[in-house]
């Protein structure tokens, strides 16, 4: 399930994980918030990381001003 479509679109695993991104969370915390499997969820914060969309320091994510910029194209 990929969060991220190969033309650099947000899917809708992809919106679910930045919304809960707005303060740092570990990928189980992100996981469970998003009522995502663990696996998928790591996957997408790779691909949100290469992207620029998600920072991550240790073991917590937190969206950047470029996942935020992707959740209001949305609307």
Known sequence: MPCVSSDGRLMESGRKLLTVLDQPRTAEETASLALLPLFSVRAGLRQMVEAG??????????????????LRELV
Not at 63 to 70: D, H, T
């Open 53 to 70: 969309w998600v920072a991550q320091v240790g073991l917590h994510f937190q969206i950047q001003e470029a996942g935020r910029q992707k």
